[in-house]
């Protein structure tokens, strides 16, 4: 029988460089022998592409937010994500629902036991296997989102937005037993590159 591949997930607010050690975090995996895909969320088909395309950038209230992430990600579990960790390939995905829960949730304020209707409703019997929160100062990452490029619906919030996308993050992450790796996202790439290396070698 195939071993399951593992479900490693990238988290944190925008701006924080997670994006950054994606690619290498799967390379590092390659060498290693794995098979590996990169994905993201929303995303990763091409109707929840389609989703995100409205998400980031059309005027909608919170409820439609949550929902079309739940949507995106429902197609995205059903049509890549299940079958590829069921055909033994590790999945490294760009935010899933600890994203819903920190943006719709502490951002925008859904009450938490709605997203978690819809998470067990979508996903009751799958979670993340690693999660990888990148934790910054939002102050930090507004600087860091400034020297990007044009900003979407979620980067254009102001800092007190993702002060509560933070929190809410760092809350789901210390309620979530051993799940999460809070990762320092002000220590240098190679600091970080070692943390990532570590962690995976060693689980
Ligand atoms: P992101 O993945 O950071 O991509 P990029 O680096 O290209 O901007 O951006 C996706 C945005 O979508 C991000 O601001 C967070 C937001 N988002 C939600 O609000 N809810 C969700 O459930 C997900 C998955 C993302």
Not at 36 to 49: H, K
Not at 101 to 114: C, E, K, M, S
Request: net charge neutral.
């Amino acid at each position: 029988m195939t071993e399951r591949g593992r479900f490693v997930t990238f988290e944190g607010i925008d701006g924080a460089g997670k994006s950054s050690h994606i690619e290498w975090f799967a390379d590092l995996l390659r060498k290693q022998g794995r098979k590996v895909s990169v994905t993201r969320e929303p995303g990763g088909t091409e109707l929840a592409e389609a989703i995100r395309e409205w998400l980031l950038n059309r005027p909608m209230s919170m409820r439609t937010e949550a929902l079309l992430a739940f949507a995106a990600r429902q197609d995205h579990l059903e049509r890549v994500i299940r079958p590829a960790l069921d055909s033994g390939v590790w999945v490294i995905c760009d935010r899933f629902t600890d994203s819903t829960v920190a943006y719709q949730g502490g951002g925008r304020g859904i009450p938490l036991t709605d997203i978690e209707t819809l998470e067990r409703w979508v996903h009751p019997d799958l979670q993340p296997d690693r999660s990888f929160l990148f934790d910054l100062d939002p102050v930090i990452a507004a600087e860091r989102r400034r020297a990007a490029r044009a900003a979407d619906r979620f980067e254009a919030e102001q800092q007190a937005f993702f002060v509560r996308v933070r929190d809410a993050y760092l809350a789901r992450a210390a309620g979530s037993g051993s799940r999460f790796r809070v990762i320092d996202s002000a220590k240098s790439i190679d600091d970080i590159r070692k943390i990532l290396e570590l962690d995976i070698s060693s689980s």
